[in-house]
């Protein structure tokens, strides 16, 4: 079998056969039990493919799994493999500064905070997933959290807008 370098752990890894058919965007899921490729997504658009593949791999990190995914996909009329986490990496941002008592983001353990912070979490996680980051590693974790830690929910959308636009997403 084929072997490919994995960007985000540097290890080498089996890769997955090219699908079957007409090219178009698929996600490949590699599962370690059995040991074989399962086409997990595909559409003749990248955006659902790319948002599939993010809320796969977060489910997949959440039950413990190990993630090997490849992303195929149409390249001047023929099949081509991508780089999964070939997206752009973001801009180095300054440190947020710690926000005041009493702001949002910092009531206490209440039903409505905690609400508030699962949404504020969601539009963050949604605006990763279509500028194609989908695979986050623990410090990637680390600076949602803060953000969402010291963000309000406007703020986030904001930047999730961001995210959409630099990856050629339209915005929504």
């Excluded at 003749?44 to 796969?56: F, I, Q, S």
């Excluded at 799994?65 to 070939?86: I, M, Q, S, T, Y």
């Excluded at 953000?147 to 999730?160: H, P, S």
């Amino acid at each position: 079998m084929e072997t490919r370098q994995d960007s985000q752990t540097g290890q080498s890894r089996p890769r997955s056969p090219q699908p079957l058919g007409a090219p178009r965007w698929v996600a490949m899921f590699h599962d370690p039990s059995s040991d074989s490729w399962r086409p997990a997504a595909e559409s003749p658009d990248r955006t659902p493919v790319l948002y599939a593949m993010g809320e796969m791999t977060q489910v997949k990190r959440a039950r413990g799994e190990e993630v090997a995914v490849d992303l195929w996909g149409p390249k001047e009329g023929e099949w081509h493999l991508f780089d999964p986490a070939g997206a752009p990496a973001p801009a180095p941002t300054p440190a947020l500064a710690p926000v005041a008592a009493g702001s949002p983001g910092t009531a206490g353990p209440t039903k409505l905070a905690e609400r508030m912070e699962d949404r504020r979490h969601q539009v963050l996680m949604a605006g990763l997933s279509k500028a194609g980051l989908y695979d986050l590693t623990p410090d990637d974790i680390a600076a949602v959290q803060a953000l969402v830690d010291r963000a309000d929910e406007t703020t986030l959308r904001q930047v999730a807008h961001w995210l959409a636009v630099a990856a050629g997403q339209p915005a929504g």
